[in-house]
């Protein structure tokens, strides 16, 4: 195992190659998860949080399903619609996309 020189915890805005990164806290797959998104070129990198048509597992160790939808749900409200999803799983979407088709966001307007 490694130790993390740094630790990211949501808010933060990195420069890395020219980009600006906004580090967003986004929990519920597990307890620190984070999403990096990149405003200027409206892309998301969400990780394990939402996939194309699913959304991340929370039956693991430190997963919570409320923690999760929230994450979600901040995502879908603070993002634009055309911005670029690319998951850690499946293929690439965007949140338009998904907020038409995912079963899972359904819950978010339930």
Same mark, same amino acid.
Request: net charge negative; glycine share 12%; aromatic share 8%.
């Given at each position: 195992?490694?130790?993390? &020189?740094?630790?990211?915890?949501?808010?933060?805005?990195?420069?890395? $190659?020219?980009?600006?990164?906004?580090?967003?806290? !986004?929990?519920?797959?597990?307890?620190?998860?984070?999403?990096?998104?990149?405003? &200027?070129?409206?892309?998301?990198?969400?990780?394990?949080?939402?996939?194309?048509?699913?959304?991340?597992?929370?039956?693991? #160790?430190?997963?919570?399903?409320? !923690?999760?939808?929230?994450?979600?749900?901040?995502?879908?409200?603070?993002? #634009?619609?055309? !911005?670029?999803?690319? #998951?850690?799983?499946?293929?690439?979407?965007?949140?338009?996309?998904?907020?038409?088709?995912?079963?899972?966001? $359904?819950?978010? !307007? $339930?």
């Amino acid at each position: 195992s490694y130790d993390a &020189e740094h630790t990211l915890h949501g808010g933060e805005r990195l420069e890395l $190659a020219g980009f600006e990164i906004d580090v967003l806290f !986004t929990p519920g797959h597990s307890p620190g998860h984070v999403t990096f998104s990149i405003p &200027e070129e409206r892309a998301a990198f969400s990780g394990d949080v939402l996939f194309q048509g699913s959304v991340g597992r929370t039956d693991l #160790p430190g997963g919570d399903w409320p !923690t999760l939808l929230e994450s979600i749900r901040m995502l879908v409200d603070s993002l #634009p619609e055309d !911005t670029v999803v690319y #998951p850690g799983h499946m293929g690439i979407t965007s949140l338009g996309a998904e907020r038409a088709s995912n079963p899972f966001l $359904a819950e978010l !307007t $339930a």
